[in-house]
């Protein structure tokens, strides 16, 4: 296709040579022209060799591959890219599920698109770009959503001004692409959320914990419950279905803690063993009595969210699962997470084990958790594997 060629240097052509969708800056020989942010452009080796399409962008990741293929980026290309992604959703049988109706509909490199994410929230879809060049596509995308969803899609909201600094449209704001919706009700496994897309975090809600939302269920029976960096009480609501004594919701934002509230109410009624906490769940961590809960969860948000920060949040993570191994009761577990994608799979467990060895309990592995299959990751790039936990036996 007639796209604005980058040149690599000798010898950097081998990780695209295995499919792996990013091109940095310092392997780029030439550009032959011009380039601005979000522009599409090919890559060809030192020897002409053509290696992929891809959108162009300032800083270290100067190219992001959505096509191994010589094709035109064209509508009928985001349909298929977009297509292929609800095939592999209906295959895992999420599409038109009765009893879950949210889920990730495209997971960015694990689906062939670096830097789009579109979560489904019952017909509403929320995209955010997290580069120029996909958020430029914007339209193309939304029109290919509606081509691929048909009569399912009432609306898609665009919510990537947190994610990107764009400088060049200064006055963009979220808004919708197609449609209109307020607060969407959604079901996780026959259980009733509320979910706030324009004001909450990331998309409004965390599919991405889905599976590991089920396991809790079927250790909280009879177990007094902690639930620290509860966010909308996703785990909280578990917990209750699995059987909890009771269980207590840490979060410091106040409207977010008020949907807590609701969540346990729609489920479970007004009278429910339940509490809310407005509270820094750090300091609620280092302040609790010793044997006040026998499950706790530790899902906090991302320690780190670039390289720069990976030391400071090794030290968050050792801090927040030794004070729960030294305060949990004897035979307690811990659901313990992180989705930092800077913090390795080998970082994270280094990191527990060091706590573990600072609070000198026994600790046992039950379960290695990770995110579910509608976050799909590239074999050709494992850095897509960003959710790290362990379910872990704390015991004397």
Request: hydrophobic share 40%.
């Amino acid at each position: 296709m007639n796209y604005t060629r980058i040149i690599l240097k000798s010898g950097k052509e081998a990780s695209l040579k295995r499919f792996h969708p990013w091109v940095f800056s310092g392997a780029i020989k030439e550009i032959e022209g011009s380039l601005s942010q979000g522009e599409i452009a090919s890559v060809f080796s030192n020897k002409n060799e053509f290696l992929g399409t891809g959108h162009y962008q300032n800083g270290s990741i100067a190219l992001r591959i959505i096509s191994f293929a010589d094709v035109a980026i064209d509508a009928a290309f985001w349909q298929q890219k977009i297509a292929n992604a609800l095939a592999l959703r209906a295959a895992l049988g999420l599409l038109d599920h009765p009893e879950t109706t949210c889920f990730r509909l495209l997971h960015g490199e694990g689906d062939g698109l670096p830097g789009l994410i579109l979560d489904y929230y019952a017909g509403v879809v929320v995209l955010q770009a997290h580069d120029v060049g996909m958020f430029l596509a914007r339209e193309a995308i939304t029109q290919a959503l509606l081509a691929v969803l048909g009569g399912r899609l009432k609306a898609v909201y665009d919510k990537s001004k947190s994610v990107l600094n764009l400088r060049e449209f200064p006055d963009y704001e979220n808004g919708f692409l197609y449609g209109e919706a307020g607060k969407v009700e959604v079901k996780e496994s026959g259980f009733r959320f509320v979910v706030d897309f324009e004001d909450g975090q990331k998309t409004g809600f965390f599919v991405d914990q889905r599976e590991n939302r089920k396991l809790l269920a079927q250790y909280s029976q009879g177990r007094k419950v902690l639930n620290t960096f509860a966010y909308t009480g996703g785990f909280s609501v578990f917990a209750m279905a699995g059987g909890a004594l009771s269980v207590d919701s840490v979060e410091i934002s106040k409207r977010v803690a008020d949907s807590i509230d609701e969540h346990i109410a729609i489920n479970f009624g007004e009278d429910a063993p339940h509490q809310t906490l407005t509270e820094d769940a750090l300091r609620f961590l280092d302040g609790m009595e010793k044997d006040a809960y026998d499950l706790i969860v530790l899902d906090p948000p991302a320690f780190a969210k670039h390289r720069g920060a990976r030391n400071n949040a090794l030290k968050g993570y050792r801090r927040i699962n030794q004070r729960a191994f030294e305060k949990i009761t004897d035979g307690g577990i811990v659901f313990t997470f992180s989705c930092s994608q800077v913090i390795s799979k080998k970082d994270f467990r280094e990191t527990v084990f060091s706590a573990a060895a600072l609070a000198h309990r026994n600790i046992r592995i039950l379960h290695q958790l990770h995110q579910p299959a509608d976050h799909p990751i590239s074999i050709y790039h494992p850095e897509g594997e960003y959710l790290k936990g362990f379910v872990l036996y704390v015991g004397d």
